[in-house]
């Protein structure tokens, strides 16, 4: 496959660690062949230095004219006056955005987003930011849906991800997608971080600390992955921990940002999707050893998180691979 142009504009004063994920995350994938994947610049808008958010610099690769090439353009988190707390972009900001071609996807790290809303790129979409600056985000910039309990948002050619390593678990979508989960996973065991991570923010904002007594439900969660194929239930799940269904499932989404219910669809796409890149097995038979029944369900599935079918899943990840 071609290699895809991902050009990281840095807005001053910079989150340096959001910086540097792009290319450390993208950069280590490579195909079957050992072919890059991905090329990956640092911009500023005139070229210069870069102050981070901790004084010290960083010397990009080249100024906004590198933006014309770039396939994504994305944008790290950023402590900028003018799209953090004025709801407004600094005019060298909106030229370099500007240079965007047609097709051109933009992503952001964080609080990066504040710039795309500035702009006028999230403007009724889905996104998300670090939760503990949704508050201010929302104030700034009502016209956009934001959901601070997710980890990243994919509005297709607009991508949005959550606090510092949740940037991470955006690059590594972005890999999945276009090249595969095989290969997204080699570049997770190579940073050794999980190729998924399981829920959202929502278990990272502050909250109440639960009541003394109760239990996790990791061995549950563990239980249900080894049973995919089976009818599982919510009761059957809160037997597994030892707690009421009420109780069970509070203590789920405090923990995972999810319904055990949306959590065990999530689960058993995954493993749909696992099946479908390694292997010949039909469409019936990936639907029952994953959990969905019948070839429709795992068809309806697959089409609302995809966009495809199975079998052009398949096709396009095995070819990819």
Do not use: K
């Not at 601070?148 to 607009?158: A, C, I, N, T």
């Not at 994953?290 to 995809?306: Q, V």
Request: proline share 6%; aromatic share 6%; glycine share 8%.
């Amino acid at each position: 496959m071609p290699v895809t142009r991902v050009v990281v504009l840095l807005v001053e004063p910079v989150v340096a660690y959001d910086a540097a994920i792009p290319a450390q995350v993208l950069g280590q994938a490579r195909s079957a062949t050992d072919e890059r994947l991905y090329d990956v610049a640092l911009a500023s808008h005139d070229g210069a230095t870069v102050r981070t958010t901790h004084g010290y610099g960083l010397t990009p690769h080249g100024d906004a004219r590198l933006v014309e090439a770039a396939d994504v353009v994305v944008v790290p988190g950023t402590h900028s006056p003018g799209p953090r707390h004025e709801g407004r972009l600094p005019a060298e900001v909106a030229r370099a955005l500007d240079r965007r071609r047609p097709g051109a996807r933009v992503a952001s790290i964080c609080t990066g987003a504040f710039v795309l809303a500035a702009a006028g790129l999230l403007d009724g979409r889905r996104a998300t930011t670090h939760w503990s600056a949704a508050e201010e985000f929302e104030r700034l910039y009502p016209r956009v849906d934001l959901d601070p309990r997710v980890l990243y948002v994919d509005d297709g050619d607009v991508l949005t991800s959550a606090g510092l390593s949740a940037g991470v678990d955006l690059c590594l979508h972005l890999i999945r997608t276009a090249a595969g989960a095989q290969v997204a996973h080699r570049v997770a065991r190579h940073m050794v971080v999980p190729p998924w991570r399981d829920g959202g923010q929502a278990q990272f904002i502050e909250t109440p600390l639960p009541e003394m007594g109760d239990q996790s439900t990791t061995g549950a969660r563990a239980w249900a992955l080894a049973h995919l194929a089976d009818r599982v239930t919510l009761p059957q799940l809160a037997q597994q921990a030892s707690m009421s269904v009420r109780t069970f499932n509070r203590r789920f989404r405090a923990e995972t940002g999810l319904t055990p219910g949306a959590w065990l669809v999530q689960q058993r796409l995954r493993h749909a999707q696992r099946l479908l890149e390694a292997g010949d097995l039909g469409v019936d038979e990936v639907a029952a050893r994953s959990g969905f029944g019948t070839a429709a369900s795992l068809r309806a599935h697959l089409r609302a998180a995809t966009g495809v079918s199975p079998s052009a899943y398949r096709a396009t990840f095995r070819l990819a691979d």
